[in-house]
């Protein structure tokens, strides 16, 4: 965000900022009630990025978003399938772009990286959205659970990623238990305690394909996307039937590499991680060259 010091500009710049600020305020106000009384012309996402989280989403999202032929939702995380879902699928097709007519010609979509991991949310998927096209970015499992360990430090948590995997060894089982009973107050527990489950992707995926077509699902390599985007991003575009596009700047977002990371943990963790692996490889008919 551009911040703009009016200190010392005089009272023509302080007006015109105290202005722009009530401006924005007004729109904020009045975007609710225009997006509701909307509603009926307002489409719900031809395509949801489930995840994986730290697997460079992000990325890819702005990617899309910069063809032509695909229009933003509100907000890259709508979280309707997993946090919000109390707020029911009027809150959720609010959050998309309007139609005029039938035959659009362009795609819409929800990047939340949690869908991915909430065991409720394939299910709620695809009683509103069972035509979704499901795009999947994966990671070593070794590298995005500390990763995103880091991404939690630089929001101000304290613990060790040593004491945070501990404490998801206690109490992880019963909390992804209590979500799945109904307890929505567990979701904030559930995100904070799942660095390491996060990784088990293919008991997730698994979860998703119970309900969506195996054809309705792109996988691709989080190191593919970082290291030879363009290609990654043609395999996205044919995938959502989009047509080829070129001009886009191939920035990396939120990418980080673990170089820091406890050789002892990252032993354990690749251990841990074997058998899910193996698991993934024979679900998906590829091997991303982790160890299995």
Not at 131 to 151: C, G, I, K, N, T
Not at 233 to 248: D, T
Request: proline content about 6%.
């Amino acid at each position: 965000m551009v911040r703009i010091d009016v200190s010392r500009g005089g009272p023509r710049l302080r007006r015109f900022v105290r202005r722009a600020r009530g401006s924005r305020l007004v729109a904020h106000r009045l975007e609710r009630p225009l997006r509701k009384a909307t509603l009926r012309w307002r489409v719900l996402p031809d395509f949801l990025m489930i995840g994986a989280a730290k697997a460079g989403t992000t990325s890819l999202h702005s990617y899309l978003l910069a063809h032509p032929d695909v229009r933003a939702a509100s907000r890259k995380e709508v979280h309707f399938f997993d946090v919000r879902y109390e707020r029911g699928p009027d809150w959720y097709r609010a959050q998309f772009p309007m139609a005029r007519g039938p035959r659009r010609r362009w795609i819409t979509g929800d990047a939340s990286p949690y869908y991915l991991q909430h065991p409720l949310a394939p299910a709620r998927a695809h009683a509103l959205v069972p035509e979704a096209r499901l795009v999947v970015l994966l990671r070593d499992p070794v590298e995005r659970a500390f990763s995103h360990y880091r991404h939690e430090r630089r929001f101000g948590e304290t613990r060790s990623f040593a004491e945070m995997i501990e404490e998801e060894r206690r109490v992880y089982a019963d909390v992804e238990a209590r979500l799945l009973a109904g307890r929505a107050e567990a979701v904030g527990e559930h995100r904070r305690t799942g660095l390491v489950a996060r990784g088990r992707y293919a008991e997730q995926l698994e979860r998703w394909l119970a309900c969506y077509p195996r054809e309705s699902l792109l996988v691709l390599d989080s190191d593919e996307l970082f290291d030879r985007p363009a290609e990654a991003y043609e395999r996205a575009l044919a995938f959502l039937g989009l047509r080829p596009h070129s001009g886009v700047r191939f920035e990396a977002h939120n990418r980080g590499r673990p170089d820091d990371l406890d050789q002892g943990i990252r032993e354990e963790l690749t251990e841990h991680y074997r058998e899910p692996n193996r698991r993934l490889y024979e679900l998906l008919g590829t091997d991303f060259g982790w160890p299995a």
